[in-house]
């Protein structure tokens, strides 16, 4: 069973750029997340989905984040303009249960975001 | 201030020591606490994952301990391996488990 896949692993662009994000989430889970870990802090929660809808968004920085899961399959998170700050890794995860509880969430290996 | 505390912030260590991480949490109410292991350059990946009822849960040479009470938390590494190297966070979930609090994790470093 393939785990969660995240494209790109590494993207650079400059101050003002549009970056596009992309999660594949385990097959089957209709539950899929984005967190973030900026330099030296700790991972933060973005948001949730529930199949396509967004259950939870409340971690979305601002409104130069947006997310977006059609069909309920992979997900996108685009970041439009780019900023310094924006700088960091994002991490999606997914799981089977809505309500987590002692579930497993399984995550991906990350995209790392520099932004020059 | 972050809920999820741990220390140290990294260790080095020799291969075949023992070693015990900390994590101390304010998370309220309390649902479940995690330990993830992250090597460089990957993602976290469950090593335990233990509820308010739980002290004790192993995973191969990990322990990880648990006091609700106090709420704190350990992470025991038994006979430390070269690929233990790596950076172990401290998870807890709370009344919206799926938001998660991450801890900003111990590096640990085994040398031969």
């Known amino acids: 069973e393939a785990g969660v896949t995240q494209f790109p692993s590494h993207s650079v662009i400059e101050k003002g750029q549009t970056v596009t994000l992309r999660c594949d989430p385990i097959?089957?889970?209709?539950?899929l997340y984005w967190y973030r870990r900026v330099m030296g802090k700790e991972i933060k929660f973005l948001l949730h989905f529930v199949k396509e809808s967004k259950q939870d968004e409340s971690g979305m920085p601002n409104n130069r984040f947006l997310a977006e899961r059609t069909g309920g399959t992979y997900s996108t998170l685009k970041v439009q303009p780019a900023e310094l700050e924006d700088s960091g890794v994002y991490f999606c995860?997914?799981?089977?249960?809505?309500?987590?509880?002692?579930?497993?969430?399984?995550f991906g290996e990350g995209s790392r975001l520099t932004v020059l | 201030k972050n809920q999820v505390e741990q220390s140290p912030q990294s260790l080095i260590i020799l291969e075949g020591k023992n070693c015990t991480l900390q994590?101390?949490?304010?998370?309220?109410?309390?649902?479940?606490l995690r330990w993830y292991k992250q090597d460089t350059g990957r993602g976290p990946v469950s090593l335990t994952i233990m509820t308010f009822s739980e002290n004790t849960k192993s995973n191969g040479r990990y322990t990880a301990t648990l006091d609700a009470d106090t709420k704190q938390s350990s992470l025991h590494i038994t006979a430390s391996q070269l690929s233990d190297s790596a950076s172990y966070i401290c998870?807890?979930?709370?009344?919206?488990?799926?938001?998660?609090?991450f801890g900003a994790g111990t590096t640990v470093t085994v040398r031969a």
């Open positions: 998870v807890v979930s709370g009344a919206n488990d799926y938001k998660l609090s």
């Open positions: 994590c101390n949490y304010t998370v309220s109410p309390f649902s479940n």
């Open positions: 097959s089957g889970h209709d539950n």
């Open positions: 995860a997914s799981s089977r249960r809505e309500i987590l509880g002692t579930g497993e969430l399984f």
